[in-house]
Every structure is written in C-alpha cells, then in structure tokens.
C-alpha cells in the first residue's frame, strides 16, 4: 500500500539529498518553518524538511510532522510516480499524461484495517490546535492548512478530490476556499437544497495521491477511481466516522478531518499569500465545520508554502492537461514550459509549425484547458521553452507586434490574478514567436553540425 511514509522511505533511499529531516522544535505559527524553507529558496536549495517536533497551540509538540517542498523539485515527484529522480521533466509529463487516463476501482477496508484510524477524536473533544498550523506570510489572516478536500456528490455520488486552502477559525471551525471549479459546483448544488456537503480534508497522503488533487478532469469522472489509476493501485478507503458509507476517507492517510461546508453561511478568509507571489484580500469564503479527526500516530502534514517555488510546481498535473488539450487540437505541439518558467499566468509553447495558423490554435486550446494561463508564446522546436533568455530573443526577433500579438478579450480570468479589473472577467493575449513559413526568413548564425561534433575542446584546450 502507498502512503506518505512509503514515499519519504523511497526518497531516502534513491535520492537522499532530496530530504532533510530537522528535529529541533519549531513553530510554525511564528513564522519560523516558512522562515527555514525561504532561506533555503534563496540558496537555490529545494530539498523536503521534515519538521519532527513542530509545536502546535495545544498539546505535545511531537505528536504530529510537518513536511514542507514535498513538491520542490520535479525529482521528488518523479520519485512519487516511481520513476528514478534524475528523470527529465518532459518524461515525467508524459507519465503524468499516460497515468491521468488510468482507473482503479478503490478498494474498501474496514476501520481496524485502516491506518488513519488509529486514533480518532469527535465532538467536543476535537480541539484543531492539536495540529501545528502553519502561519506563512506577514498579512496572513491566521494559521493556514494546504489540503486535500475529498468531496462526494450528494446527487451523483462521484467523488471530488481537489486541493483547497483552509484558514483556521476556531477550535471546530475553517475558512476554506473554493474556486469556481468541481467542489464549488457540488457545493452550490447542495445549498440549493438547503444541504450542508461532506468533505474530508486530508492533511497527509502519498505525494501521487495529492497531485491527483490538481488533475483537470471531466466532472463526471470519479476521482477515487482516478487516484487508482494515478497511485498505480487501488486506493484504499473506509467509512468516515461521521457520515459512515456515505462519505469514504482514504484509509493510508495520515491525518483526516472530517466535516461539512455549511450550507447558507459564509466567514471573512485571508489576506492570503497567494501562489501568485503577492498576498490576496480578505474574502467572503465558506465555513467549514469539523466533526472528527482520524490520525496515525505521529501523522505527517503535507504543508505547501504558496508564495514559493513548490506551489508552482504543484500545478504540474494542470500542465500536462493543457498539453494534452494542445496536442488534440494540434499534434505539432512538442512540449510546454509554465510551472518551471512562466508560471503563474504565462506559458510557453514550443512546436513544429507545418503550416500558418498553428500557433494560434495551439494558444487557444491552452486558453480553452485553463483560466490559469493569460499570455500564451509559441516557440520554434530550436527554442529551449524552459530558458527564458532563448525564448526572449524568439520574441525579440521572430515577432512584429502589428501582426503577430493577438488580444482576447471576455476571459474567464483567474480571480488570485492581481491584475484582473473585473471579479472574474479578464484577457489574454498570444504571442506568435515562431519564424514564417510564407516568406524567407534568416537562417540562424551556426557552426556547422558536423565540424561541431568533430570538436573536442580537449583537444585545443588545457582542461
Ligand atoms: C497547491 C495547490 C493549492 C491550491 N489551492 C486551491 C484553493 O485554495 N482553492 C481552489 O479553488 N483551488 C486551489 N487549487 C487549484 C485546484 O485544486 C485545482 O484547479 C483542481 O483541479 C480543482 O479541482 P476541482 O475542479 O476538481 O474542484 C490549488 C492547486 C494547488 C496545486
């Protein structure tokens, strides 16, 4: 069975740098893990830090880890999908692209035959300062948890998984976030009918289990069912505590809250520091109330600290959606660059135009994928998408603005963009880099290819 240790094991194992493990007692809440893990960033430093006595309001200090940059390099979630960690990234989207399409059908356990179940707490004595909670930025609102919300639809009974940002309220209660995608529809199909919606809010899983998370798939899809497929096993789940067979939770987490969205109430969230780098406003969001908690002894939080490298690199699975959308529209489309490079708005796209007008197309159908991407750049096959210099001379030389930047306007924009005027409206504009087919255009200034293997610096250098 997967789970969160299984892979920090393997991590250990194929690529120990990739994993620090600090035992000193930190607290979180004041600032000092996301002071640890920026003073690593601006080293150019991404390793995971398992945080073993992170301090939490109430209670031992030892009783829960913290693990923060499970997602900071692409090795750590090449290690996730059992590929080695020197993996490339291209190889490592088309695994995501041939997993997404998979489905195992989840298996059900019973609760003594559930890790996650091992200690469990309701009511009243459910007390959320039990966990260390992350404070990140300066403005935050307060302490903020990164998770997996697993949702079911109470017409369709399709479960959601999605990743949801909670702020902590009170003792029993969150802020939590929702974007208009599959959980704010399942949610707004509840409170028509005057339902609060079940949720269970996974602090810990498999890293494969949490990239399932930011798949784009159709609404109809069961993501349980898809999680399988992704994990490469069928995922194991069991009955939650408060909602029994109506809502399952995944029986290899490490920690589930389990609780429902409140149907006709809403809670003041935020100022958050958002995944775009700049700290977003307080919002009317929605209440989250938590019923019973389920954890393993010495649970590990899978906390993302969102103005920083591994949020972006989170958001690898909504890449490969976009590719994959790209690609059927045009097969020409090589590989795409947004997560490592453009990221949070703009995406480079590299391809073997064939004819005119490919570019375009390619742009539109990133547009179609995702209200993430703003600006789209198309690039030649002889430009490096991931090398911002490349792609700058393509547009510095490739590009006549008159004719070869498109603007759209009436966008669904992405509402955390601080530049959007409107709530939710905004535009996005193309940029055709890539060199004419219709008329002559320069060839590039090369030593010739055969003289260039021929070389060897070896051979006229002291090295
Ligand atoms: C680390 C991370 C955090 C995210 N936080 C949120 C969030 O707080 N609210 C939200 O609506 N989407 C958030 N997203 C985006 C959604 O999880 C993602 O788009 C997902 O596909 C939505 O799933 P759904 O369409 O099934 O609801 C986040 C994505 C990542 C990678």
Redesign the pocket.
Known sequence: MKDLRQWIQALEHNAPKELIRVKKIVDPNKFEATAVMEKLESKGRFPAVLFEAPKALKGEDHRFKLLMNT?GTFSKMAVALDLPPETPKKQLMEEILKRQDLEKEPAIVAPQNSPVKENTLVGDDLDLNMIPIVRHVEMDGDRYF?PI?VSKNLTTARY???????MYLDPQHLA???????????FAEAEQTHRNLPIAVVLGHHPAF?MT?????P?DRD?YKAAGGFLGENIRITPSLSYGDDLYIPADAEIVIEGEIVAGQRTVEGPFGE?TGYTGPQRVSWLFEAKAINFRSDGIIID?F?CKT??MN??L??EASILRTMREATPNVIDTSWVDSGGPLTIIIRMKKKVEGEPMQAAMAAFTA?N?IKIAIVVDEDIDPTNLKQVMWAVSTRVQPETDIQNLKGLQGHVLDPSLRHEIKGSGMIIDATRPLDRPFPRRGLVPEEILRKVSLRDYLDE
Request: zero cysteines.
């Open positions: 997602f990164s919300a959601n998984i999605s990743w949801n940002r909670m939590i976030y929702m974007s208009p995608r599959h959980l704010w529809t399942y949490h998370g930011a798949l784009l798939t609404l993501e995944y993302i969102p591994e949020h989170a958001h699975p909504i995702s993430f």
